[in-house]
């Protein structure tokens, strides 16, 4: 059974449906800070298949020893954590709470569990300014922000665990940008925080609940002046979790990947393609840059590729044809 943190949110839920398809069952917890317990409960009508859930803070200790003592876990994907944009600026020590305190009483729990088996939710956030495009595993590592801070203090808490035991078998995902829904339409990003993704605000423009979308920059050295980013699509990254979980079960070695398409596509491309899918006009306005913003954000994934086989295969305008779907066909999210 995999023990799936935050599984209700985003990449979880999209997450529970590929491991369920693939034959893993799944433990499932979360404390609902960033989603709702509906998200689950359209995964098991999508796949069939039942998924135990329990309400569980990361930092439960008490609550998380009762759990690895309750069932039979054979490896941990952990996707809980919080990355609003704007928050992290002023509630620093909520993030640390989180992403380093919550990940540092989970690998206790697994620990003490003897659970060696473990995928992170890693972020491209790491690479900071990326010095080059697109960017390696190894590239120098300088995250920004106290959200990309929290993220790398937890990859250096992983790595020290590993170095101080082997048996350790713990990987990495650096995830780029995710996007798109799956492709039911029933289960998509619904976030109670504020998003930090273009394809969301986009969307609230094609269904009118914002007048239009606010640009950062078009004097970036880029084609077309915008910045340009990694997006892969939602179930691409899914899949790319159960593929890395089956390299870690039979490998039995721990890894640090990137997770993106590999391929950049400018704001205004987004734009464009989300035009093109939703035959709807999304006006837009032209803001000066935010200050530090790197112009190109692209993944290399070819370790990933080598490592286990995967690559991102979904196209631009299916990420924004999935997402649209979402959208509309749930105009109040998971919200009846
Ligand atoms: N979405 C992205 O662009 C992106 C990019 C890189 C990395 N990540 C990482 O991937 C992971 C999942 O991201 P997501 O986009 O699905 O976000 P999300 O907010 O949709 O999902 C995170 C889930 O964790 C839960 N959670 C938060 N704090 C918790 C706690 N203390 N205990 C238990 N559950 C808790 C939330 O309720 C939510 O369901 C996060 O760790 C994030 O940092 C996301």
Request: proline share 4%; charged share 20%.
């Amino acid at each position: 059974m995999i023990l799936v943190t935050g599984a209700c949110g985003y990449i979880g839920s999209h997450t529970c449906i590929e491991l369920l398809e693939r034959g893993y069952p799944v433990l499932a917890i979360d404390n609902y800070a960033n989603s709702s317990r509906e998200a689950l409960f359209r995964v098991e009508e999508i796949t069939d298949k039942g998924v135990a859930f329990h309400q569980c803070d990361i930092r439960d200790r008490m609550l998380l020893n009762r759990i690895f003592s309750d069932y039979s876990i054979d490896g941990v994907i952990h996707f809980a954590g919080i990355k609003a944009s704007g928050e992290y600026l002023s509630e620093p020590l909520r993030y640390f709470s989180v992403n380093v305190g919550g990940t540092v009483t989970l690998m206790q729990a697994l620990s003490d569990a003897g659970v060696k088996h473990m995928l992170y939710s890693s972020s491209a956030n790491m690479y900071g300014q990326a010095e080059s495009a697109p960017v390696s595993e190894s590239a120098r590592l300088s995250a920004a922000n106290p959200y990309g801070r929290s993220k790398l203090m937890a990859e250096v808490i992983l790595a020290d665990l590993v170095r101080a035991d082997p048996n350790w078998s713990i990987g990495v995902l650096r995830y780029f940008n995710p996007a798109g829904a799956h492709p039911s339409g029933r289960i998509g990003e619904d976030p109670k925080d504020i998003p930090n993704n273009i394809m969301f605000y986009a969307a609230q423009v094609a269904a009118g609940e914002l007048d239009k979308l606010t640009i950062f920059g078009d004097d970036y050295p880029t084609e077309d002046g915008t910045q340009v980013s990694d997006y892969l699509h939602v179930m691409d990254l899914a899949r790319g979790h159960v593929d890395a979980l089956a390299y870690l079960f039979t490998q039995g070695k721990g890894f640090t990947v990137n997770l993106g398409s590999g391929k950049g596509y400018s704001v205004l491309e987004i734009i464009r393609a989300f035009e093109r899918v939703t035959g709807l006009p999304i006006p837009y306005e032209i803001k000066s840059r935010k200050v530090a913003d790197t112009p190109v954000c692209i993944a290399n994934p070819s370790l990933a590729t080598s490592l286990f086989g995967w690559k991102a295969e979904h196209t631009l305008d299916e990420m924004c044809t999935d997402y649209w779907r979402w959208v509309t066909m749930n105009p109040n999210g998971y919200k009846e």
